[in-house]
């Protein structure tokens, strides 16, 4: 099999890192996502152009989202549970979340094409992608909202539509124009 075709796949590596991460949080088992993470960087990374280029952009996504959940959690626009959480203390944002933003850089190599279509795409992606998240967070009980709900849910969405923008950004500065489609 090629490496394009293997690369074509690793959607379905983030897809199930996800639902292993909300399943492990969900469970008492926040490592989970992490494991299910380093996995899927292990198969998928031997076979992707620009290895450092990618772990670069992914390490750089996971440390600006990990501030950026940090300071909705500081500001209390949300709090994780004590019971989604492992490691990391509980002011700063929960490793569940940290390793989502994590897979979400590392697959950013696959969907950069998609997010730079236009310069609203990736806004109306983070808003939507916000709120989906952190509504079925609130639902699984790894994450308290103030009430009304729809205000921390705005406050997110905001912020999403800032910060994904500037990861679709970040990935074409630090990938250049190369695109998986590129390599079939």
């Known amino acids: 099999m090629s490496a394009a075709i293997i690369m074509k796949y690793s959607p379905l590596g983030f897809f199930i890192?996800?639902?292993?991460?909300y399943q492990g949080a969900r469970n008492g088992m926040p490592w989970l996502g992490f494991l299910f993470f380093m996995i899927t960087l292990l198969v998928f990374l031997p076979f992707s152009p620009l290895k450092?280029?990618?772990?670069?952009?992914?390490?750089?996504?996971?440390?600006?989202?990990?501030?950026?959940?940090?300071?909705?959690?500081?500001?209390?626009?949300?709090?994780?549970?004590?019971?989604s959480r492992w490691l990391i203390p509980h002011w700063f944002c929960p490793e569940w979340i940290l390793t989502l933003w994590l897979n979400f850089g590392f697959a950013l190599f696959v969907f950069k094409l998609f997010l730079s279509r236009n310069r609203i795409t990736p806004v109306i992606v983070g808003i939507v992608f916000a709120m989906l998240i952190y509504a079925n967070a609130s639902r699984m009980g790894l994450i308290t909202l103030q009430s009304p709900t729809i205000l921390p849910?705005?406050?997110?969405?905001a912020s999403f539509a800032i910060f994904i923008p500037v990861c679709a950004w970040l990935a074409n500065k630090i990938c250049g124009g190369q695109y998986v489609s590129e390599h079939s």
């Open 52 to 83: 450092k280029e990618r772990i670069y952009l992914t390490l750089i996504v996971g440390a600006a989202g990990f501030f950026v959940d940090s300071a909705l959690i500081g500001t209390g626009v949300y709090h994780a549970s004590a019971s």
């Open 153 to 157: 849910l705005g406050i997110i969405a």
């Open 17 to 21: 890192t996800v639902f292993a991460t």
